[in-house]
Structures are given as structure tokens and as C-alpha cells.
């Protein structure tokens, strides 16, 4: 059913634009396209206000009319006009003929119209050429009289002795009859009675306008069966080119019924008489014929009597189009489209070629290229393009390809506000909605849908539609409300309309009632894995409810798993039935149960993002974080970076990162979520308190503690709340690190006496001393017992023994500051700088026991420079020549470019008496210098 209203037709010029009002879907059986193949081929000019054509119509040449006409037998005499006084009114008034001649249009039209019509056009038509005569007779004005029944009788014998031929009128009234019909068979009448030649042609052609093609078979017949000869035969070819000239037929009869059962009789009375083929007219008639051998299927009968076309016009373009269709009848659509895309080399401005082309590219799947035909010929305003479009787009299938549905809701939303005569403009509305719906516009399409339903109120699909989208918008009251008016329209198979509700109550988490809904939906379905899956979902959120007794959450639970049984037993294959059932498992802590059941779906579906994200997540709940990343790497790699899901899978991947002290690639993936204001994890990323606590953490471990900060701190911005307060304690120490490392010593006592308030912290404690041991603070050394009392790690311990020790040599107390060293090597053996300090006390009044802290140093730094050379100041004293020279040995070796290490050793050999071996060291020490001269 069309959706237009049908409306007048409006006759346009007969020239090559006429060819678009070729159905594009069945264009052989259109009326337009017979008669624009048949009777618009040739024809050079079109019919213009005022003017006929200085040609003849199409198969029709002056030798062949005046046949006709001479085989009429008699000519009219001129009659006498019918008031000769107006010979005497037009001298009187105008001054005579030659002045009347010299009146434009609009002057003789006023002219006749102030004296008489029928006298004065008889003066004109008798006193005037063809041409000034058509200043009077322009089409609106001749109908202006016919439709005054002001034409009088004798002018169709003065239009005889004017030799205007039987073709000019035959073409000129077949413009006229699309638009006057009516009023034109009165004017047939008065041809008969004037015994016209046009009016045998054109009263089969009104009869045929009048009774759809009925009566003008028998009128066509009755010529055929009195062809007698050539002449004859001649007329029912040329009845033939008028009747199908720009023909508007019923379009369910077509042109192709009038000449049903009759053109083969024709073609045979030719062959019989030996009519001269080449005549353009028998070209037209075998073109009829082969459209006829076509619409029934006879393509190679049809393809036969086109190469008979082809011999008389090889370069008849109607021809090479009827064989192109044959081939896309005969071959496919794709040797077809080979056919078009050759054919419109030759004429590529074919409207109805163009558009067949258009029609292969939408059947071979090019809908793109398709659209992109239809649009330029719409943007050139022909009419079936724009059906075409329209058609194309309400079939519209491929939502996937996003560019091409926002073309459609374009071109629909276009037409609305453009066209105005449209029946099932809700049916347009509704494919709006859809599109709109796919291009995620959900409030036009709700207004769409809302639309359509406005303007059909039984056209609940479109109320069930919009409640769809209501229902993703999170509008759920709407969408129940919309649900119920549907619902109780619905008679029969009110399953889905159930299962609907079902949804929108789901969605409002009135998980109770919901489930009702699924079980009235699961009584009428024929599919129950759908109504199975969701009864059992529907419990599922029921046991999650705290407020619920345990019994009544074991009861569900129970249930939820048989509801989840029923879905196996009715598709055992459905992935979705393991995802549920995992989940369900996970609600009750029961993991490995839950890993089992996502498992067997990932057997039936291995790619299921789904299934590996919860997967992902209850490996992680069950401790086993290695394999956790792994589920969640795989979800990456199958969803790619451009997915919108990237990101939150990235998200899950770097809390297991952190998990495992990868903190590098933590800082990286989550800077970037932070960076890129990328919503993860359901939040904004700024208000997301686990992304930037691992991010901040992650800096810290890093030791970047200047990108530590604005996580951090943003974090501590978030969460204010006293209830919060104590979680944040740990970030606020990170914080005060951060500052004490950066040297902002009043932001870390801030950030550490948050924590102080809260807890005493060792480390906190510590790092406090050292802040007041900066500032020369005396609590320096408070804090630093503090701090040893208060921590159990023996590198703080060791580090506030050591830091006390500094204190007190700066005071001078030698006997606190040996005894706090002491103690800093007693927590840290490895305590280096205790050893050289503890050293460096004795050097000066006990070189035997500034020797023993060094001798314990060297155990835990054999090769230490520093201390090797500390005590070989130490030996000197105590004259232990033998020590000295193995420590100078070990600086030699590694240090062997060191030259006064060599003079050293050169030194101690001589006075140990081993000159020879001094000597060689001194040329060892030279060869050095020379090397090191050059």
C-alpha cells in the first residue's frame, strides 16, 4: 500500500524527462515507462503554451498522414462565415485585418473576447497563418473555451483548409487529455460531427482514460480486423503510437492490456501485406511487443524481436535497454549490473537505467553505493528516486552500519517536514523511531514513537518501542505505564508484553514483582530460556537483599537454581545459563563452584567477554591474582583499544598489577585513566577513591614521590568523612613522606600529626625527629627514643640509634654518642657509617680499638675504600706494616690507576727492607704516569 495519498496528475512536458515516472520495482508493467519507450523516443521538442510541435508526434510522417487523410475521400469546403458583419466590426473598431495582424496575444485575446468569440476566431482563423493563429489558441485559452463550449463547428473545417494535419492535433489534444478529460469529450463530439480525422484516434484514446482500458481493446480490434491494405494497417499503427503517447492509464492495467491479444495479429496483417519495415512506427510496435513477450516471461522471444529493432535503429536506446533487463531477468543482478554499467556508458543520463542500477546495488548488498545513486537523482527532483530512497530506507536492516542509518533518519526526518500528502505517516514515524533508536537519539526516538502512536492509537508496537527506550533510558515508570496500555490491548500471545514488564520492573529492582511478570510471560512462551534465565535472576538480586531472613534467602537461592535447571533441560547449550549460574554461586561465597560454572559457558563460548570478566573478578575475590590477569589481559586483547570497554578492563588489570607489586605498569595505565578523564569502574576517575589510591600508592613504591601527590591528595579531598577517617590514615603518611622527601617540612608534620591523632606510628614517629633534627629541634632526641621504642623494624631502630649517636657528638657526649652507635650496629649489622664514626672517635686516644670497629666494618665491606684507607691510618700507628701492606694491596687492585697508592706500597716495602720488590713497584707507578702523559 502506497503511503501517499493519491493526487491529480499533473501532465509535464513531453520530452526525456518524462522517463522518470518509470516504476523503479516493476518498470516493465508501468504505463509511464511503455509510453515513454514507445512514444517519447523521437520526439525533438516539446508542446510549449501556445505553440504546437513543429514536428510530427512519434511514428508518424507527413507522406503517412496524408495517406490517411486522402484515404478519407473528400475534403470540406470553406463555409461562408457565420456573421459576415464582422468584417465590417473589425474595419470599424481596429482599422481593418492588417491592423488586427499587428496585435500581439494578449490584444487579440482581449479583442475576441470583447466582440464575440466564435465570429472572431472564425475572422482570425480565416485571415492569419498557423503561427498567428496560435497566439489565440495556446492551450489554456483553447481549454478556456472548450470548457465555455465556445468552439464553434466550423473551425474544425477552417483547421482543414489551414492544412493543419491530422498528426499536429492528434499530439496536441493527447497534451490536453491528462488535464481536461472531461471537458475534452465534448469536444471529441464536435470532431465526429465535423468528421476530423483526429477524432477516431483520440475517442478510443478517451474511452480508454474513461473505462481504464476496457473498451479501447475491442475499438483497436475493429481496426485490425478492417485492414485491408498498407494504409489501413498504417492507422492502427499510428492509433497505437498516440494511445501509448505519455499514456496514464489505471497503473493496474498498464498500456501493456490494451494491446494484449491484439499485437501479434497486427505484426502477422503486416508481414501478410509486405509493409515496408523500416518505417520508424513498425521500430514502435515491435518495441510493444516486446515488452508484451517480456511482462510474460518469454525473454528469448522478447530478445528476438529486439534484434529485429536493432536491425532497422541499431542505435535505438529502448531497444538496448529492454535487453539489458532481459539480461538481469535472465542472468542475475550481478552480470545484470555488468549490463547497466555498459549501457549507461553509452547514455548516462537514462533516468530509468540510473535507477535500475540503484535497484542492483541495494540486491547485491552495495547499499551505500545504492543510496548514494538515489540521492543524486533525488537532489535532481525525480520523484521515483525519492520513492525509492524512501522505500530503501524503511526496509533499512543494517544497523551496524551507523552512517547509513543516520542518512535514513535524515531522509525521513527531511521528507516528514517537506511532503504533506502522506497516508501511514505514523509508519514513517515509527521507522524514524527505530533509526534514532539505533543512533542512540533516545529522546527523538521516544518523541517518534510517541508520534506515531499519536497518529494511530491501535499502533501499540510503537508504544511497545518507545517503552523499550524508556526502559534503557531508566524511565521506568513511563515504560510501565506505556507496557500496561499494551497489555491490555494485546488479545492473543500476551507472553512477550509479560516478559516486557517483566524487564521494566527488573530495572525498578522490584525484583518481587518482576518475577511474577516472568512466570505469567514463561506460561505462553515457546522459547522459556529467556523467562527461566530471568526468573532465576530475578531471585538472585532477591537474596542479595540484606533485609531478607536467611531462610527465605536459602529458599530463593534454592529456587533460582531450579529455575536455572529448567534452562538447561530446555538448551543445554545456552552460555548464558552458566553465566547466571556463576554469579549466583559467587552471592554465596561459594567461588570454586562459581570458576566451574563460568568455565563449561567459556567451553560453549570461548570468547565470551562476559564470562571471562566474571571470571576475572571471582578468581581475584578467591586470592589467585596471577590467573585473574590473565582472564582480564585475555578480555583486552579480544575487545582491542578502540572498544569502550578497554578502559575498564585496563582498570581491572592494573589492581591486579598492584596486587603483584607491579606498580610500574600501575602508574602508567592508570595516569592515563586519570589523565584522559576516562570514567572507570562506574565513576569519574577523580571520584574514583581505588583508582587513585593504587595510582598514588603505586608512585610511592616508586619512589616518585612528586607524582605521588596529586593522587593522593585528591583522594583525601574525596573522602572527608569522619566514618572515612581512619582508612585515610595510611594515605596521609604516604603524604607526609612525599613532603619530608620533597623538603616541604610544615606539609609532612601536617600530614604526620593527622596519622598521630589517630595512631602512634614508629615510622611516623621517626620521620618527625628527623624533621625537628633538621630544624636543630632539642625534641629531636624525645622522638628518637620514641620512635625506638615504638617500631619493630631494625632499620628504623638502627637509623634513630645512629641519629641520636650524631646528636650527641655534636654535643661532645662522647660516652652517649659511642653508646648510641654501638646499639645502631647491634639492630643493623651492616650499619657502615656507624662503624667509621665509632672509628673516627678512638682514632685520636685508642688506635687498637678505632682499629677493631674498622676490622668489623671491613667484614661487611671487604673492598670498601674508604675503610681500608681509614685503617691503614690506624696501622701506621700501631706499626702493623704487614696489615698495611695487604690492605694497600687491595686498593692496588682495585684502584690500579690510583698512583699514590703505589708510592705508598713502594714506601712500606722499603722500610719492611724489600727494596727490590719497592723498586718495581716505583717503575709499576711510572709506566701509569707515562700512560697517563701521553
Same mark, same amino acid.
Given at each position: 500500500m502506497s503511503i501517499f495519498k493519491k493526487t491529480k496528475n499533473t501532465q509535464e512536458k513531453e520530452d526525456d524527462s518524462s522517463e522518470e515516472n518509470l516504476d523503479v520495482y516493476n518498470p516493465i508493467t508501468s504505463d509511464d515507462y511503455i509510453s515513454n519507450m514507445i512514444g517519447g523516443k523521437n520526439t525533438e521538442e516539446p508542446i510549449e503554451d501556445g505553440h504546437l510541435p513543429d514536428k510530427n508526434p512519434v511514428g508518424t510522417s507527413d507522406d503517412y498522414i496524408n495517406d490517411i487523410i486522402s484515404g478519407r475521400g473528400k475534403k470540406v469546403e470553406e463555409p461562408e462565415p457565420e456573421t459576415p458583419i464582422i468584417d465590417v466590426i473589425i474595419e470599424e473598431e481596429v482599422g481593418g485585418a492588417s491592423a488586427l495582424k499587428e496585435m500581439d496575444a494578449g490584444m487579440l485575446k482581449t479583442f475576441i473576447d470583447t466582440i464575440d468569440q466564435k465570429s472572431a476566431i472564425n475572422y482570425v482563423v480565416r485571415n492569419y497563418s498557423l503561427d498567428s493563429m496560435n497566439k489565440i489558441l495556446s492551450v489554456d485559452y483553447f481549454v478556456s473555451l472548450i470548457e465555455e463550449d465556445n468552439i464553434p463547428k466550423n473551425l474544425f473545417q477552417v483547421l482543414n483548409d489551414k492544412q493543419i494535419t491530422i498528426n499536429d492535433w492528434s499530439a496536441y489534444f493527447v497534451y490536453l487529455l491528462d488535464n481536461k478529460l472531461e471537458k475534452i469529450a465534448k469536444t471529441i463530439k464536435l470532431y465526429k460531427e465535423n468528421d476530423v480525422g483526429a477524432s477516431e484516434m483520440l475517442h478510443p484514446r478517451v474511452k480508454a482514460k474513461q473505462f481504464f482500458g476496457k473498451d479501447v481493446l475491442s475499438v483497436l480490434g475493429d481496426y485490425m480486423n478492417g485492414a485491408k491494405n498498407k494504409s489501413d494497417l498504417k492507422k492502427v499503427i499510428l492509433l497505437g503510437n498516440v494511445l501509448s503517447l505519455n499514456s496514464k492509464i489505471d497503473p493496474e492495467q498498464g498500456l501493456s492490456n490494451l494491446v494484449k491479444g491484439t499485437i501479434s495479429n497486427v505484426t502477422d496483417q503486416i508481414a501478410e501485406i509486405n509493409v515496408e519495415l523500416e518505417?520508424?512506427?513498425?521500430?514502435?510496435?515491435?518495441?510493444?511487443?516486446?515488452?508484451?513477450?517480456?511482462?510474460?516471461?518469454?525473454?528469448?522471444?522478447?530478445?528476438?524481436?529486439?534484434?529485429?529493432?536493432?536491425?532497422?535503429?541499431y542505435k535505438n536506446k529502448t531497444s538496448e535497454y529492454m535487453q539489458t533487463l532481459i539480461t538481469i531477468a535472465t542472468k542475475g543482478d550481478q552480470a545484470g549490473m555488468k549490463s547497466v554499467e555498459s549501457f549507461l556508458e553509452e547514455h548516462p543520463d537514462y533516468t530509468p537505467a540510473v535507477l535500475q542500477k540503484a535497484t542492483l546495488l541495494k540486491n547485491l548488498g552495495n547499499i551505500d553505493e545504492s543510496v548514494a545513486v538515489l540521492e543524486q537523482l533525488d537532489k535532481q527532483g525525480n520523484n521515483n528516486a525519492k520513492q525509492q530512497l524512501l522505500s530503501l530506507f524503511l526496509e533499512l536492516e543494517q544497523y551496524d552500519n551507523k552512517k547509513l542509518v543516520a542518512k535514513g533518519e535524515h531522509f525521513l526526518n527531511h521528507f516528514l517536514a517537506k511532503e504533506k500528502d502522506i497516508v501511514e505517516k505514523d509508519k514513517l514515524y515509527f521507522k524514524k523511531g527505530i533509526l534514532n533508536k539505533e543512533l542512540d537519539n533516545l529522546d527523538a526516538a521516544v518523541e517518534d514513537l510517541g508520534a506515531a502512536f499519536k497518529l494511530n492509537n491501535a499502533f501499540y508496537e510503537a508504544l511497545r518501542q518507545k517503552s523499550v527506550i524508556q526502559r534503557t533510558q531508566g524511565n521506568f515508570s513511563a515504560a510501565k505505564k506505556d507496557l500496561k496500555k499494551v497489555l491490555e490491548a494485546t488479545k492473543d500471545n500476551k507472553s512477550p508484553i509479560f516478559f516486557e514488564l517483566g524487564l521494566t520492573l527488573f530495572g525498578e529492582k522490584d525484583y518481587l514483582a518482576a518475577?511474577?511478570?516472568?512466570?505469567?510471560?514463561?506460561?505462553?512462551?515457546?522459547?522459556?530460556?529467556?523467562?527461566?534465565?530471568? +526468573?532465576?535472576?530475578? #531471585?538472585?538480586?532477591?537474596?542479595?537483599?540484606?533485609?531478607?531472613? /536467611?531462610?527465605? @534467602?536459602?529458599?530463593?537461592? =534454592?529456587?533460582?537454581?531450579?529455575?536455572?535447571?529448567?534452562?538447561?533441560?530446555?538448551?543445554?547449550?545456552?552460555?548464558?545459563?552458566?553465566?547466571?549460574?556463576?554469579?549466583?554461586?559467587?552471592?554465596?561465597?561459594?567461588?570454586?563452584?562459581?570458576?566451574?560454572?563460568?568455565?563449561?559457558?567459556?567451553?560453549?563460548?570461548?570468547?565470551?567477554?562476559? +564470562?571471562?570478566?566474571? #571470571?576475572?573478578?571471582?578468581?581475584?575475590?578467591?586470592?589467585?591474582? /596471577?590467573?585473574? @590477569?590473565?582472564?582480564?589481559? =585475555?578480555?583486552?586483547?579480544?575487545i582491542g583499544d578502540g572498544n569502550k570497554y578497554s578502559h575498564e578492563v585496563a582498570y581491572r588489570v592494573g589492581i591486579c598489577d598492584f596486587d603483584l607489586k607491579n606498580y610500574a605498569e600501575v602508574a602508567k595505565s592508570f595516569s592515563e585513566i586519570l589523565d584522559k578523564n576516562i570514567k572507570v569502574g562506574g565513576m569519574e576517575p577523580e571520584d574514583n577513591p581505588l583508582l587513585l589510591y593504587y595510582l598514588g600508592e603505586s608512585f610511592y613504591h616508586?619512589?616518585?614521590?612528586?607524582?605521588?601527590?596529586?593522587?593522593?591528595?585528591?583522594?583525601?579531598?574525596?573522602?572527608?568523612?569522619?566514618?572515612?577517617?581512619?582508612?585515610?590514615?595510611?594515605?596521609?603518611?604516604?603524604?607526609?613522606?612525599?613532603?619530608?622527601?620533597?623538603?616541604?617540612?610544615?606539609?609532612?608534620?601536617r600530614s604526620y600529626q593527622i596519622v598521630m591523632n589517630h595512631r602512634e606510628d614508629g615510622d611516623v614517629i621517626f620521620s618527625l625527629a628527623m624533621i625537628c633534627d633538621q630544624e636543630n629541634d632539642p625534641e629531636a632526641v624525645e622522638l628518637y627514643k620514641q620512635a625506638i621504642d615504638k617500631n619493630t623494624s631494625k632499620e628504623i631502630i638502627s637509623k634513630a640509634w645512629f641519629n641520636l649517636g650524631n646528636i650527641y657528638l655534636a654535643q661532645k657526649n662522647d660516652k652517649e654518642a659511642i653508646q648510641a652507635l654501638d646499639n645502631s650496629i647491634e639492630s643493623s649489622p651492616k650499619n657502615r657509617e656507624a662503624y667509621l664514626m665509632l672509628a673516627g672517635i678512638f682514632e685520636n686516644n685508642n688506635p687498637q680499638k678505632a682499629n677493631q670497629y674498622l676490622d668489623k666494618a671491613l667484614k661487611h665491606f671487604p673492598d670498601d675504600a674508604q675503610i681500608l684507607e681509614q685503617q691503614i691510618s690506624q696501622l701506621t700507628i700501631l706499626g702493623e706494616k704487614e696489615k698495611i701492606l695487604s690492605n694497600l694491596n687491595k686498593l692496588v687492585g682495585k684502584n690500579p690507576d690510583k698512583t699514590v697508592y703505589y708510592d705508598q706500597k713502594s714506601l712500606i716495602l722499603e722500610k719492611m727492607g724489600r727494596f727490590e720488590d719497592a723498586e718495581q713497584v716505583l717503575e709499576q707507578r711510572n709506566e701509569i704516569q707515562k700512560l697517563y702523559s701521553k
Open positions: 518505417d520508424s512506427s513498425a521500430v514502435n510496435l515491435y518495441l510493444i511487443k516486446s515488452i508484451m513477450e517480456y511482462n510474460q516471461g518469454n525473454f528469448k522471444s522478447a530478445s528476438k524481436i529486439l534484434n529485429k529493432v536493432s536491425e532497422l535503429d518475577y511474577e511478570q516472568f512466570q505469567s510471560a514463561n506460561k505462553g512462551t515457546d522459547s522459556p530460556v529467556d523467562c527461566e534465565l530471568y +526468573l532465576a535472576m530475578s #531471585l538472585q538480586n532477591l537474596v542479595q537483599q540484606e533485609s531478607l531472613e /536467611k531462610g527465605k @534467602k536459602q529458599g530463593y537461592f =534454592t529456587k533460582a537454581l531450579r529455575h536455572l535447571s529448567k534452562a538447561r533441560d530446555a538448551n543445554v547449550n545456552d552460555f548464558r545459563i552458566y553465566l547466571v549460574e556463576g554469579n549466583l554461586y559467587n552471592q554465596s561465597g561459594k567461588n570454586e563452584q562459581a570458576i566451574n560454572s563460568f568455565n563449561t559457558g567459556l567451553e560453549l563460548d570461548k570468547g565470551n567477554i562476559e +564470562l571471562l570478566v566474571e #571470571l576475572g573478578k571471582t578468581q581475584y575475590n578467591s586470592g589467585d591474582v /596471577k590467573e585473574a @590477569k590473565h582472564s582480564f589481559v =585475555t578480555v583486552a586483547k579480544l616508586l619512589n616518585d614521590h612528586a607524582n605521588a601527590v596529586k593522587p593522593l591528595e585528591q583522594l583525601v579531598a574525596l573522602r572527608t568523612g569522619e566514618e572515612q577517617a581512619e582508612e585515610m590514615v595510611d594515605v596521609h603518611k604516604m603524604l607526609g613522606d612525599c613532603y619530608f622527601t620533597a623538603g616541604d617540612n610544615e606539609m609532612a608534620k
